[in-house]
């Protein structure tokens, strides 16, 4: 029983730490993306007012 148990938790484990990674992934590409075009981040931000520096 303890050995099922383990190796679920185990998968279960690996499988939300790969969530993580890649959406750790995500947001970093999200960041350089927005760090390359700064000139779209002028048009971006206005459409998204918790962009603002205030809220960051």
Do not use: D, E
């Given at each position: 029983?303890?050995?099922g148990?383990?190796c679920?938790?185990?998968?279960?484990?690996?499988?939300?730490?790969?969530?993580f990674?890649?959406?750790g992934?995500?947001?970093?590409?999200?960041?350089?993306?927005?760090?390359?075009?700064?000139?779209?981040?002028?048009?971006?931000?206005?459409?998204?007012?918790?962009?603002?520096?205030?809220?960051?």
């Open positions: 029983m303890a050995r148990c383990l679920c938790l185990k998968y279960t484990m690996f499988l939300f730490n790969l969530i990674w890649l959406c992934c995500g947001l970093l590409g999200v960041g350089i993306w927005l760090s390359v075009s700064q000139g779209n981040f002028a048009t971006f931000s206005p459409s998204f007012p918790s962009l603002s520096a205030a809220n960051l």
